[in-house]
Structures are given as structure tokens and as C-alpha cells.
């Protein structure tokens, strides 16, 4: 599957969210990261749907929203129909993951399920045929700037193992601490999506950073 980067706009200038996205895409994004934090399952807040549907006329990127939040499926229509393209939930943050990802199904937009580093892989096989991408958190979810946990890189090599079985095309995203060392890492474990905040957006070109993470 081709390498995607998805710049996670968390690093951006929020005074300028829209330019900051078209940015990216001008700079050869694949995917714009949209994070989305309630101050309950993460420490941090962030923004929710209103901002996304003020950021959706700037970019024909796919947004990939990643729902940090508690009892997600609460939310599930609301971010469907401000324009994200991919919803990931959290296994750890639903009652009912099965009914959740129905629920990101049922809206037309495609399946994320994600994973904190304290979690193990083994949570996502049963649930692997109801995605269509599989996010690993290789820090801990809530706050930018982290360093990358290698233990995820296990969790990354027996989650490509799960999707391999699966015969299914499932993209397999890492979130945390991505740059130029981690990238050829997590590529080599079986990852295809890298998430990069502050790598790309504090670039002197973002332009050659999403190239070189590409390439890496």
C-alpha cells in the first residue's frame, strides 16, 4: 500500500486553521490528522466538529479524525456530516466498540479503530474486519510533542500480521512521535499511514519533510 502522511494540524497556528490545512495540501499531504480531545479520556481539549466543518472548504484531502473521547458514538453523526472522511474511535473509550463502528459505517465514512500504548494488540483482531484503518498511539493520547514508545513497533508488526489475514486493504496508521528515525521503523513494522505533526508543520519546507518521511 502506498505511504500516506498525515500532517496532524494539533501543531498548527489555530488562529489559522483553514490556511494551515490548504498548506499541507499544497505541500503534498496525503491526509489532513484531525484530533479530537474532550479533557475526560485525555487530559487535553482540542476542537470538535464546527471547527472541522470550517476547515472541510480548504482541502479535497481526506480529514481523518480521530476521536479521543469518551462514549464517542455520541458524536459519530455530528463529525460525519461536517466532513470527515475517516472516524477513528478509541477500544478503550466505547461501551460498545461493535455498535461504534456500525454506527462510522452506517454514515458512509470509513472505519478507525484506535489503540493506547498500554493496550494490547490482540484487543483488535476481532474487530479488524469492521475497519478500514487501524491506529497504533505510539505515545501516550493528549499531548503533542511526545516521545516515540518502542514497544510499538511489536504492536505494529502483529497488527500487519492480523490485517495480512484479513485479506482486507487496511491501512495501518502510527500516531506519536514520527520523524525521520521513527519513520523508517514503524514503515519496516508494516505501517503505511504516519502521522507527523510538528516534524512537517515546524519544517523549514514542509514540502521536503513529507517527501523525506515518504522515502524514509
Known amino acids: 500500500m502506498e505511504i500516506f502522511i498525515a500532517p496532524s494540524i ?13 498548506r499541507m495540501q499544497d505541500n503534498g499531504a496525503d491526509m489532513i490528522h484531525y484530533d479530537v480531545m474532550d479533557g475526560v479520556f485525555v487530559p487535553n481539549i482540542t476542537f470538535g466538529p464546527q471547527m472541522l466543518k470550517a476547515i ?13 473521547i469518551t462514549e464517542p458514538i455520541r458524536y459519530i453523526k455530528q463529525f460525519a456530516q461536517s466532513g470527515a ?5 478509541h477500544y478503550e473509550a466505547c461501551k460498545d466498540l461493535k455498535a461504534t463502528l ?10 478507525g479503530l484506535s489503540i493506547s500504548p498500554d493496550t494490547p494488540a490482540s484487543v483488535v483482531k ?14 501516550y493520547p493528549g499531548f503533542g510533542g511526545q516521545k516515540f514508545i518502542e514497544g510499538s ?10 490485517v495480512k489475514e484479513s485479506g482486507k486493504d487496511i491501512r495501518i496508521e502510527v500516531d506519536g512521535g514520527i520523524n525521520m528515525t521513527t519513520a523508517v521503523l514503524v514503515k519496516q513494522a508494516g505501517a503505511d499511514t504516519l502521522v507527523a505533526g510538528s516534524a512537517v508543520f515546524n519544517a523549514p519546507s514542509p514540502k521536503d519533510m513529507i517527501t523525506a518521511l515518504k522515502n524514509a
Open 85 to 89: 472522511d475517516y472516524i477513528t474511535v
Open 126 to 139: 476481532p474487530y479488524v474486519s469492521d475497519c478500514d484503518m487501524i491506529l497504533i498511539m505510539s505515545v
Open 153 to 162: 513497533l511489536d504492536k505494529i508488526k502483529e497488527i500487519s500480521a492480523f
Open 102 to 111: 456500525d454506527a462510522i459505517k452506517n454514515e458512509g465514512v470509513k472505519v
Open 56 to 68: 472541510r472548504p480548504y482541502t479535497t484531502l481526506p480529514l481523518d479524525v480521530h476521536l479521543m
Open 10 to 22: 494539533l501543531a498548527g497556528d489555530f488562529a489559522k486553521m483553514g490556511e494551515e490545512v490548504k
